[in-house]
C-alpha cells in the first residue's frame, strides 16, 4: 500500500513534466502509438514507465507527455530512446489521460538492434485488435452528474447484444413460502427510530437498489450493523437464517469474519471491520405486494426482493482478501475453497479441444470480472465452451458448480432457481483465462439467460508482498459475482410485470 502511494506520489510530482529521454547517445528507439475512444477530449495524454524491477527510494518513475493532439491516423504517439546498456531489461509502463486518469500497467521487453513499436488502445490488453479488457470500477456517486446520467438512461440488464431476451421469468407461484422472510424484516423495521426509517426505507422501484458498491470508504445509505443495538443486531441475522440457506448465512458470516481480520491487518484503514454493514429497504412488507431488502459493504453485498413467493437475490456480490485466516481465534477460516477448487477441477476436467473452446485469453495479468458495481446494462457476449459440447458428467459438474452460488438462497428457493438453471443448460457457456501455470490465479465465468456467475482472483489491495507492489492477480484476493441477466436483476421484471397488471387490473 505504501510503495503505491509512493509512486502516485511521484506521478502527480512529474505529470506536468516532460521528460526527455531522447539523449543522442541513447539509441534505440520506441515508438508509442495510443488509440483513446473512452475519454473525450483529454487535456493531456503521457506514457509514464520505470525500470524494473521496482526498488523502493529509488526507482525513478518517468514521464513523457504526447503531443496535445493526435495525429491524421487518430493516434497520439510518442518516441522514446533507450540506451544499448540496457537492452534486455523489462520497463513497465502505464497511459495517463485527462486530469490524471491512467490506463492499466502494462510491460515490454528492449530488444537490441530492433526498433520497437507499441500501437494499443487505451483499456485494451493485446493493441488495437484485442477483445480482452481488464476490469476498470466505476466510481458514480450518489446524486453526482455522472450517476443522473447512468440512471437517466433506460434500464434493460446485463444482456449479451444490448436486447434482453423476454419472457423469462415470468410471475408464477412456486409453492415455497416467504412469510418467515417477511415477518422477521417487519420485526426488524420495527425496531428503526424514525430518523433511521427515512435514511434506510425506500419506494420499491427506488434508485437506492442500484447504488451499492464493494469498496469500503463508499458512501452508503441505510443503517449499519455496526451502530445497532443487541436487540437489532440479533433482528438483522434472523431476517437473514430466514432468507438465506444455512450455507449461505455461514458464507455471509465468514465473509463478516475475513473482514474483521482484514482490519487488523491494516488498522489504519478506518472503513474496514466485521460490522460495516448496511441495510436499507424497499417497499412495505407483504405477501403479495413486492418489496425487498439490501445489505452493503466490502466483499458483501446483497439484493434481495421478494414478489408473494417469488425471490430474486441477485446482484449478488461476495469477495475476501485474504481469503485464509493464519492465526488468532479463527486460525484455519477459509473462504471460497468450494467455489475456487471445483471451477479449477471443471477446467482440468475438459479434453485439449475443450478447453481451447472455454480459454478467452491466456493472460491472468489483470481483474476480469464485467457484472460488479453499476454494470446493471453491461454488454456481454457469449464466450467460451458451449454446455452442448460437454459430456453427460461434465454437465454435471458444472451443474454442480453452478449450484454452489445458488445455493446461497434458502433450500426451496435454490432448487426453483437450478431447474431454471437445469432449463437453459444448453444455452449455458463456460469461459476460462489463466496463464501456463495451472496453479495461477484465474478467472471463470458462467454465462446462462437466466444466471451469470464470475469468479476472479484480483489484483491485491491490502494484502501483499512489500518486495513486489505491481504483481497482478494473486489467489488471496477472490471476487465473486452472480447476476440475474436479461432484466431480472433487483426483481425489476416482476417488478415490472407487476405494476403493469395492477394497472390493467385498476383500468
Not at 516532460?18 to 528507439?29: L, M
Not at 423476454?166 to 422472510?181: E, H, M, R, Y
Not at 472455454?358 to 458451449?386: C, L, Q, W
Request: hydrophobic content about 35%; overall charge neutral; proline content about 6%.
Amino acid at each position: 500500500m505504501i510503495k503505491r502511494k509512493v509512486i502516485c506520489i511521484i506521478f502527480f510530482l512529474v505529470f506536468f513534466i516532460k521528460v526527455d529521454a531522447q539523449e543522442p547517445e541513447q539509441n534505440h528507439k520506441v515508438i508509442f502509438k495510443l488509440k483513446i475512444t473512452e475519454i473525450q477530449n483529454p487535456d493531456s495524454v503521457a506514457v509514464m514507465w520505470f525500470l524494473q524491477p521496482y526498488v523502493q527510494d529509488e526507482t525513478v518513475v518517468q514521464v513523457s507527455m504526447f503531443p496535445q493532439t493526435p495525429g491524421t491516423n487518430g493516434l497520439y504517439q510518442q518516441s522514446l530512446y533507450f540506451p544499448d546498456s540496457i537492452m534486455g531489461r523489462s520497463i513497465k509502463y502505464r497511459y495517463t489521460a485527462a486530469q490524471r486518469t491512467t490506463d492499466i500497467w502494462r510491460s515490454f521487453i528492449l530488444e537490441k538492434n530492433n526498433m520497437q513499436e507499441k500501437v494499443e488502445s487505451w483499456g485494451f490488453v493485446d493493441g488495437l485488435e484485442g477483445k480482452v479488457r481488464p476490469t476498470r470500477m466505476l466510481f458514480p456517486e450518489p446524486n453526482s452528474p455522472e450517476e443522473l446520467s447512468m440512471f437517466s438512461k433506460p434500464y434493460v440488464g446485463i444482456t449479451t447484444d444490448g436486447k434482453p431476451i423476454d419472457n423469462l421469468f415470468p410471475i408464477k407461484k412456486t409453492g415455497v413460502s416467504t412469510v418467515a422472510i417477511k415477518n422477521a424484516v417487519m420485526a426488524f423495521i420495527g425496531t428503526l427510530t424514525e430518523e433511521q426509517k427515512v435514511n434506510s426505507i425506500f419506494p420499491i422501484d427506488s434508485d437506492e437498489w442500484r447504488r451499492w458498491h464493494n469498496i469500503e470508504n463508499w458512501p452508503r445509505a441505510g443503517v449499519c450493523l455496526e451502530k445497532m443495538n443487541p436487540r437489532q443486531k440479533a433482528l438483522v441475522f434472523n431476517f437473514l437464517k430466514e432468507s438465506l440457506s444455512a450455507k449461505g448465512l455461514q458464507k455471509a458470516k465468514d465473509i463478516m469474519t475475513m473482514e474483521a481480520y482484514l482490519a487488523t491487518l491494516a488498522p489504519d484503514i478506518e472503513a474496514l471491520g466485521g460490522e460495516k454493514y448496511w441495510f436499507t429497504f424497499y417497499g412495505t412488507p407483504s405477501e403479495t405486494e413486492p418489496y425487498g431488502w439490501q445489505m452493503e459493504g466490502h466483499h458483501l453485498v446483497i439484493n434481495y426482493f421478494i414478489l408473494g413467493d417469488q425471490v430474486v437475490m441477485t446482484p449478488t456480490f461476495m469477495g475476501s482478501e485474504p481469503n485464509h485466516i493464519d492465526s488468532g481465534a479463527h486460525k484455519g477460516l477459509r473462504t471460497f475453497e468450494v467455489e475456487e477448487k471445483k471451477g479449477l477441477d471443471f477446467y482440468l476436467s475438459l479434453n485439449n479441444k475443450q478447453k481451447a473452446k472455454a480459454t478467452f485469453f491466456h493472460k491472468k495479468d489483470y481483474d476480469f470480472n464485467r457484472s460488479e458495481a453499476f454494470r446493471d446494462n453491461e454488454i456481454i457476449p457469449v464466450t467460451g465452451i458451449s454446455a452442448t459440447l460437454l459430456s453427460k458428467k461434465q454437465q454435471t459438474d458444472l451443474l454442480n458448480l453452478m449450484a454452489a452460488y445458488v445455493g446461497n438462497i434458502k433450500e426451496g428457493q435454490a432448487k426453483i432457481k437450478m431447474a431454471d438453471v437445469i432449463a437453459h443448460l444448453n444455452e449455458t457457456n463456460f469461459t476460462w483465462i489463466q496463464g501456463d501455470k495451472t496453479d495461477g490465479p484465474f478467472y471463470y465465468r458462467i454465462h446462462s439467460p437466466v444466471i451469470l456467475i464470475e469468479f476472479d482472483h484480483q489484483t491485491p489491495v491490502f494484502v501483499f508482498d512489500e518486495r513486489h507492489p505491481s504483481p497482478g492477480p494473486v489467489k488471496t484476493h477472490i471476487h465473486t459475482v452472480v447476476r440475474t441477466p436479461n432484466g431480472n436483476d433487483y426483481g425489476k421484471d416482476l417488478l415490472k410485470e407487476h405494476l403493469e397488471k395492477d394497472h390493467k387490473h385498476n383500468d
